[in-house]
């Protein structure tokens, strides 16, 4: 399993003593982290430029955009920029072809599923904390019908203020009961790990994931980087950096 350069500290090296308890719980942000929804976002942008007379993307070069969402999407597909006088009108005609067909390639990442099943035998509560809007999150976890399923669901519009802001995650927390400190926010996008941090969770980078391009995951400041869901049980009683 690769690390960030840190990574491995001890609990003598500032963590306090919360971020030594055993965790508590773990959240995922779903696309890219939980759930491999590229096929279907890919799907859905390649039908919006067909139908704009553009040629269709190779999924490969779609795949790093999709922690961006939409945003993403639209950046890659068309050049435009939330700024820009047709991003708009794109947007909500790509979310409306999204939601067509919003399950048709999508599953949980390999290992995912037995992750859940390890987690829920240790006793450790599971959730979701994502910034897809809640309109697409809900349908889109039922069709997955995970089980045991989530102990809380967050989306981008539950509360006032997304990620990277904190409020998601320390939702998330209030909802299941639990402390920030004893709970640890896994992610593949730079904005995961900066809400992770601020909310004073332990963060890791799902480095089987998107991750962007828009700069390195070892600069993002997170506890570790996991290659495989199943590296995830390996930090569950490791300290973590302190916020």
Sequence with gaps: MAEPAGANRGPGDG??????????????D???????????????LNRLLQRHGRASLPPAAVRPHVSSGSRGMLAVGFGLAPSDTDYDALRSEYLDLYAE???RHTQPFPGIPQLIDAL??????????TNKPGWLTDPLLAAMAMEPAPDCVVSGDTVARAKPHPDPLLHA??????????????????RDIIAGRAAS?????????????AS???DWGADGLIDH????????QRPRKPA
């Design 30 to 44: 779903l696309d890219g982290t939980f759930a491999d929804t590229a096929p279907d976002m890919a799907l859905a």
């Design 173 to 190: 927390c209030a909802l299941i009961g639990q402390a920030p400190e004893r709970c640890w926010y896994v992610g593949d996008d730079e």
């Design 101 to 103: 067909d919003i399950c």
């Design 15 to 28: 963590a306090n003593q919360d971020s030594c308890a055993a965790a508590s719980a773990v959240l995922f």
């Design 201 to 213: 969770m332990g963060t890791l980078i799902a480095g089987y994931g998107y991750l962007g391009t």
């Design 120 to 129: 829920c035998a240790r006793g450790v509560a599971w959730g979701i904390v």
């Design 216 to 218: 390195h995951p070892r």
């Design 229 to 236: 869901p199943s590296g995830i049980l390996d930090w569950l």
